[in-house]
């Protein structure tokens, strides 16, 4: 079988509070693929100083972090989408199996943001491990 497209939902508003190292969602996949990119939105951006809520899409089983710039929702533009990510190609496939998860690492001080939602675009590589 031939690779093919694939959204996958890792978070789906997780409610709050969203807090730095917290683990939001634990996903374990059925099949190997390659992270090709992400969307996100936030409900709330929270409050106080550095307003932004990071996150990072973290291989569990191979102990990997995807993202080699995390992802932010930015309270200043307010357009309440994930922006500013880069996925690190070297480590963006995973196995069948394998658990990904997202870790939040940073909040705003007010440590008040909360409601979002990640989708993982990918490639499906069914005729790998």
Known sequence: MEAFPVVMNLADFITTPIVVGA???LVKT???GELDTL???IDNFGTGAATK????IRNVTQTLDMLSVTGKFEVDNATGQLEGFTVNRAVAKWNKGD?????ISEVPSGADSAFFDIKLHAIALPDQV
Do not use: C, N, P, Y
């Not at 809520?53 to 990072?56: A, D």
């Not at 658990?99 to 870790?103: C, I, T």
């Open 23 to 25: 683990t939001k969602a």
């Open 39 to 41: 969307a996100g939105s």
């Open 53 to 56: 809520t990071g996150i990072q």
């Open 30 to 32: 059925e099949w190997a």
């Open 99 to 103: 658990v990904l998860r997202v870790d």
